[in-house]
């Protein structure tokens, strides 16, 4: 059985040159070497409130914490959109929900050890209308899922940054208003 680190150096994502060109590099190396890549973020909301999950401890980087509902990086020649439906059915166990992108994010953080997250962050949304939480989410991926409220996360980041990922944390505290705007139409909106 291969280990996490051997996992990932396996994975090939999407890497982003000083050009704006595209070219495929290992996961493991991306992150090690802070080399630019694309990302998708995905938002399920349900009234207003966002889906969390918290990280599986086993994961490489970033274990134990809460992040958004889905994070992940397209494979070489993945479309962001079959990324973010994939990823979002084999973490947290949804699928069949419509996912529109609604901007994208680039940052830049230490995310623990050796590694780094130069990410091009593309997000999309989903409305769900069924507040149950999630059961399938996979455990190796996911060890528990929780609905907030956008102003419950920005205070809880505020006062214990320690238990959220770097990038859920610039999310909120840096681009509040971009994701205020997409949560407030699930308040009067579901759409799965």
Same mark, same amino acid.
């Given at each position: 059985?291969?280990?996490?680190? @051997?996992?990932?150096?396996?994975?090939?994502?999407?890497?982003?040159?000083?050009?704006?060109?595209?070219?495929?590099?290992?996961?493991?190396?991306?992150?090690?070497?802070?080399?630019? !890549?694309?990302?998708?973020?995905?938002?399920?909301?349900?009234?207003?409130? #966002?889906? #969390? &999950? &918290?990280?599986?401890?086993?994961?490489?980087?970033?274990?134990?914490?809460?992040?958004?509902?889905?994070?992940?990086?397209?494979?070489? %020649? @993945?479309?962001?959109? %079959?990324?973010?439906?994939?990823?979002?059915?084999?973490?947290?166990?949804?699928?069949?929900?419509?996912?529109?992108?609604?901007?994208?994010?680039?940052?830049?953080?230490?995310?623990?050890?050796?590694?780094?997250?130069?990410?091009?962050?593309?997000?999309?949304?989903?409305?769900?209308?069924?507040?149950?939480?999630?059961?399938?989410?996979?455990?190796?991926?996911?060890?528990?899922?929780?609905?907030?409220?956008?102003?419950? #996360?920005?205070?809880?980041?505020?006062?214990?940054? @320690? !238990?959220?990922?770097?990038?859920?944390?610039?999310?909120?505290? &840096?681009?509040?208003?971009?994701?205020?705007?997409?949560?407030?139409?699930?308040?009067?909106?579901?759409?799965?």
């Amino acid at each position: 059985m291969l280990t996490v680190q @051997e996992q990932t150096e396996r994975e090939v994502i999407t890497a982003i040159a000083d050009n704006g060109d595209l070219y495929p590099i290992g996961k493991w190396d991306a992150h090690v070497r802070n080399v630019p !890549h694309l990302a998708v973020s995905v938002f399920l909301f349900n009234r207003g409130r #966002l889906l #969390l &999950q &918290q990280r599986a401890d086993c994961k490489y980087h970033s274990g134990g914490l809460w992040a958004n509902t889905c994070c992940s990086h397209p494979r070489w %020649n @993945e479309s962001l959109p %079959n990324c973010a439906e994939r990823r979002l059915l084999e973490e947290v166990g949804c699928s069949d929900f419509t996912l529109q992108p609604f901007g994208t994010i680039n940052y830049k953080a230490k995310v623990g050890g050796k590694l780094y997250e130069n990410e091009s962050a593309h997000c999309f949304v989903g409305y769900v209308d069924d507040d149950t939480l999630p059961t399938l989410f996979n455990p190796e991926e996911v060890q528990a899922v929780r609905w907030q409220s956008l102003e419950q #996360l920005r205070n809880d980041i505020e006062h214990a940054p @320690e !238990h959220y990922t770097k990038w859920i944390r610039i999310y909120i505290t &840096q681009h509040f208003d971009l994701i205020s705007s997409v949560a407030l139409e699930s308040a009067d909106k579901a759409i799965s």
